[in-house]
């Protein structure tokens, strides 16, 4: 099976947003899926499960910084997208799969964390708890909580899923301290802050491809 | 009459809450429109109707949580 990688580079939400429900009709219609990568410009998208305590500041303060606010149809709670993140939308057939949401996730979750190992990072999912997360490391010894490294959250219309997985690859961290992430007490961090140095994009976004092809085995092409 | 379920989403998914109906009672539906939005911890996905008819009944409004299975709504 067929799936075309498009990458949109940095686009505003709503933009990419259009876009990406066209990109569902169309495979609805039978096309072929897409990988999509994309950065955004700051946004706090706002899930179906979203808290308005999940906010730490009022939404005319979060706008004043520079950050927009969306309500999306995604699963989950509130996220925050910037440049330096690597967005991965995919539109995918689950007809063509296991219609079984249960497993498409802890496939992208096993893409993720494979992607992570790929660049020396220790990386793992906990059970009730979307999303990929590191251990903080001191003088060796994992200490205290997990850092999450990466969020997900989809929406499925006829089986065909949309939204995917923030991966903060160079992020702005700071911003996410204007939200409890996914509605979480957790800390945001970067495979730059973890890797104390900057990391090529395209080189994620090239292994992302490798992987994401080898788990759900498919052929990918541009 | 026809019944709008709650469909298996996947093993280990047992409920999900209803985000919002796309219709309301007394409408008409069409086979495959999609009736309602229920999301789970990480997702969202549109249930669509078995069939044809007017919306009888809405049985899980908006906000409240169904079990895979549960009658959503009611077709005439």
Not at chain 2, 1 to 13: D, N, R, S
Request: proline share 2%; net charge negative; hydrophobic share 40%.
């Amino acid at each position: 099976m067929k799936i075309i990688v498009e990458d949109w580079g940095l686009v505003d939400y709503t933009t990419a947003y259009q876009r990406q429900k066209r990109m569902v009709e169309a495979v609805i219609s039978g096309e072929c899926g897409r990988l999509i990568f994309c950065e955004h410009l700051p946004v706090l998208t706002l899930g179906r499960l979203f808290k308005e305590s999940s906010l730490l500041y009022s939404k005319e303060e979060i706008e004043q910084k520079g950050v927009d606010l969306q309500t999306v149809d995604r699963g989950g709670d509130v996220t925050l997208h910037s440049p330096g993140q690597l967005v991965v939308y995919v539109v995918l057939d689950l007809n063509l799969f296991d219609r079984n949401l249960k497993i498409y996730l802890e496939k992208l979750e096993q893409v993720a964390i494979d992607l992570l190992r790929e660049f020396g990072i220790l990386a793992v999912s906990i059970a009730g708890k979307r999303g990929v997360f590191v251990h903080k490391f001191q003088s060796g010894f994992a200490v205290g909580s997990e850092e999450k490294i990466i969020s997900i959250g989809i929406g499925v219309r006829k089986w065909v899923t949309y939204h995917g997985l923030g991966i903060n690859v160079n992020t702005d961290l700071p911003l996410f301290s204007l939200i409890k992430p996914c509605g979480l007490d957790v800390q945001m961090t970067s495979m730059a802050k973890v890797l104390r140095c900057q990391v090529t994009m395209e080189e994620v976004k090239s292994k992302w491809e490798q992987l994401f092809g080898s788990i759900f085995e498919v052929n990918i092409v541009r | 009459m026809i019944k709008i379920i709650l469909p298996e989403l996947g093993e280990g998914i047992t409920k999900a809450t209803v985000a919002c109906w796309h219709f309301s009672e007394g409408d008409t539906i069409h086979t495959g429109d999609e009736v309602c939005e229920v999301t789970t911890d990480k997702a969202t996905f549109n249930v669509e109707a078995p069939a044809a008819g007017r919306l009888r009944s809405i049985a899980v409004k908006q906000g409240q949580d169904g079990l895979v299975g549960d009658v959503l709504g009611i077709i005439e």
